[in-house]
């Protein structure tokens, strides 16, 4: 029935003594109350998939994740715009919701989705795998940003993108401010590459690319929760998006 499950083995864990640490978030974190962001039905009124990947720059044969996929929105999108040399990895956190996209997917016969559980502090996608990398509505619900980015980096291949859609409020009201978003990628040797506003997507689009070696996790820096979004999560856009 599961046909769609990626059972791949997860990362071996680090040994008592190997064990790292990370500081935690200066923020509070929003409960998982739902997979449902919107129903797809209003999200395709608004042309929300089709602006988010045209401005990600998603094309045949890429290979994406799509993190907190919940009922699968911009997994079964992804999968039809990626095309049969494409693939997509989507992966959340609850076992049930992973169990029902799955079983979708293989409704669907999507044969280019996997479908993986990942962890809250750990999204357990495999190195060097990723051109795009998609974090939908769910950004302000990862209780440890820091870990979680560190962990996810070397999934991204060369020249690889991190796509985050998010609203422009406080993390316990289901957004992120922008500044705040800026801050802890950059806390983890992200570059910002663009941030526009997104009325269609609910929020904002900012995506981020990864720049210089990994940051050891003892040098990572917790940034202040200003706690108050700012006026407009526009910026001038950066690098080459």
Same mark, same amino acid.
């Given at each position: 029935?599961?046909?769609?499950?990626?059972?791949?083995?997860?990362?071996?864990?680090?040994?008592?003594?190997?064990?790292?640490?990370?500081?935690?978030?200066? *923020?509070?974190?929003?409960?998982?109350?739902? @997979? &449902?962001?919107?129903?797809e039905?209003a999200?395709? !009124? $608004?042309? =929300?998939a +089709?602006?988010?990947?045209?401005?990600?720059?998603?094309?045949?044969?890429?290979?994406?994740?799509?993190?907190?996929?919940?009922?699968?929105?911009?997994?079964?999108?992804?999968?039809?715009?990626?095309?049969?040399?494409?693939?997509?990895l989507?992966?959340?956190?609850?076992?049930?919701? *992973?169990?029902?996209?799955?079983?979708r997917? @293989? &409704?669907?016969?999507l044969?280019?989705?996997?479908? !993986? $559980?990942? =962890?809250? +502090?750990?999204?357990?996608?495999?190195?060097?795998?990723?051109?795009?990398?998609?974090?939908?509505?769910?950004?302000?619900?990862?209780?440890?940003?820091?870990?979680?980015?560190?962990?996810?980096?070397?999934?991204?291949?060369?020249?690889?993108?991190?796509?985050?859609?998010?609203?422009? *409020?406080?993390?316990?009201?289901?957004?992120?401010?922008?500044?705040?978003?800026?801050?802890?990628?950059?806390?983890?040797?992200?570059?910002?590459?663009?941030?526009?506003?997104?009325?269609?997507?609910?929020?904002?689009?900012?995506?981020?690319?990864?720049?210089?070696?990994?940051?050891?996790?003892?040098?990572?820096?917790?940034?202040?929760?200003r706690?108050?979004?700012?006026?407009?999560?526009?910026?001038?856009?950066?690098?080459?998006?």
């Open positions: 029935m599961l046909a769609g499950c990626d059972e791949t083995r997860p990362r071996p864990q680090p040994t008592p003594a190997e064990e790292v640490r990370f500081p935690d978030a200066d *923020r509070p974190v929003a409960t998982i109350v739902s @997979a &449902r962001w919107s129903t039905e999200r395709d !009124r $608004l042309n =929300e +089709d602006t988010v990947m045209n401005r990600a720059d998603i094309r045949p044969g890429m290979t994406v994740a799509d993190i907190g996929a919940g009922e699968g929105y911009y997994t079964i999108r992804l999968a039809q715009r990626v095309g049969k040399d494409g693939r997509v989507a992966e959340d956190i609850i076992p049930e919701v *992973r169990d029902a996209l799955a079983q997917v @293989a &409704r669907e016969r044969d280019n989705v996997s479908v !993986r $559980l990942g =962890e809250p +502090d750990d999204p357990k996608l495999p190195d060097n795998s990723f051109d795009r990398i998609f974090m939908v509505h769910m950004y302000h619900e990862i209780e440890q940003p820091y870990e979680f980015l560190w962990r996810m980096r070397p999934s991204l291949r060369k020249d690889g993108l991190v796509v985050v859609v998010d609203a422009n *409020r406080e993390t316990q009201n289901h957004g992120t401010p922008p500044d705040l978003l800026k801050c802890e990628f950059a806390a983890v040797g992200y570059r910002l590459v663009s941030m526009r506003d997104m009325p269609s997507a609910g929020g904002y689009l900012a995506m981020f690319r990864a720049e210089g070696p990994r940051p050891d996790p003892a040098a990572i820096r917790a940034c202040p929760n706690g108050v979004p700012s006026p407009s999560a526009g910026a001038t856009p950066q690098g080459d998006e």
